[in-house]
């Protein structure tokens, strides 16, 4: 069976399996009514024999990864997260009556400081011939919403500037595609070559590739590997960091507007990427179109499936007496769960990799419910190995098009 067999195949058993099955995603407060065990639940897509074992081997390899990806996390930031345990039982009522007033603007206002946006050339090979390719910085203004995790959060003071890459035709403004790249993984190389950015190019599109807080430049001079900082100081700090992400996002969007006249402005992302566009859905209703690519929808639930960290984590909520919906609910602020999408279903899109296991299919399943089950791409993958990624980017291209981008 060759890899376009394959694609169709999970698309098609995909749709029977998950466009006609039950919704999963509860009533709300989804962190009290989805199933304690949700981590538990099993991503099985029913396949002919062949395509499963691609799938399977696939969901394999990504089990290796996240182990990897995890014990990484587990030696570097565990004792950081333990030790904040104590503050972070206090302060998550701040985010848990938050989350229980269900003011998204209250969680996320729009900001509206001026920021002076610094511009330098940059070489950048792999860009499309004739692109101008510039390196954009500019100091965050953000200010945690827990006046209490300020004094530390300050102290940070590389991730206090935000940074993105801009590609643009220069003849006039465009239509901008922003991406997001994953956790740790924040390359703008890797990231242009993955998404193909140079074909959406030359399709009319501007281009920003966006830096998530506490990676590439944001990160500390200290830290052992890019994103050390995002999961490093407990609970509390990762709701602030998930904020701060789409704060500076709709500052650059306020930029790109005033300063550049740009009109039309699209995102996509990729895991934690994903995550982030999911929740600019749901905060920023200038967005013409949110395409989240393997998506988280509840950090907490992801990270319980990520040995050896879940079960060590689960261990230590324990010991402080905090139950799975309770810490549900002290990160339900920064979930796209809890909030409604301010875009229509229309323009609001879905890829999930059948073989995925660092981020299961059930994620994307849960947003899917959440969102009213808008288009939704399968893939037959895993979080890495994306096999037929030219069949969904074309995908996402007639999507995007389709939205009158």
Known sequence: ??????????????????????????EQPWWNNLDPVFHKFP????????????VESLAMLD???????????????????????KT????????????????VDAVFPRPTAPINVTRKPVNVRFAPQGAITETLSFESPYQTLNPALQPHYSTLRRNGTAWAQ???????????????????????????????????????????????????????RWAPYSGHGVFSYGACHLNETALQGVHDFRLLMNWLEQENGV?????????LGGYTSALLAATEERLHFSIPIVPVASLT???????????????????????????????????????????????????????????????????????DQPRLHWFPGNHIIHLDQGVYLKDMARFIAGTGF
Not at 43 to 54: A, E, G, N, P, W
Not at 306 to 331: C, D, N
């Open 1 to 26: 069976m060759d890899q376009n067999s394959i694609a169709a195949e999970v698309s098609r058993v995909a749709n029977a399996t998950y466009g006609h099955s039950r919704r999963i995603m509860p």
């Open 43 to 54: 991503d099985d897509f029913y396949l002919d024999t062949r395509t499963q074992v691609v």
């Open 63 to 85: 089990v290796i990864t996240r182990t990897g990806f995890a014990s990484l996390a587990t030696l570097f930031a565990l004792i950081g997260t333990m030790r904040q345990l």
């Open 88 to 103: 972070d039982n206090t302060e998550r009522h701040f985010y848990t009556a938050l989350a229980d007033r269900g003011d």
């Open 166 to 220: 801009y590609w643009r035709h220069g003849d006039k403004p465009r239509p901008t595609l922003c991406v997001i790249h994953g956790f740790i993984l924040d390359s703008h190389w890797l990231n242009s070559r993955f998404f193909h950015l140079d074909w959406f190019y030359r399709q009319g599109y501007d281009i920003v590739l966006y830096t998530l807080p506490f990676h590439g430049n944001r990160q500390e």
């Open 263 to 271: 009109e039309k402005i699209g995102v996509t992302g990729i895991s």
């Open 301 to 371: 639930d992801v990270i319980f499936e990520w040995a050896p960290a879940g079960p060590l984590i689960k261990l230590g909520l324990r010991m402080a007496g905090v139950s799975i919906p309770e810490a549900r609910h002290a990160m339900a602020v920064q979930s796209p769960l809890t909030w409604k999408p301010k875009l229509p279903k229309e323009r609001l899109m879905i890829v999930g990799g059948a073989g995925d296991r660092v981020v299961p299919p059930k994620h994307a399943r849960l947003l899917w419910d959440h969102w």
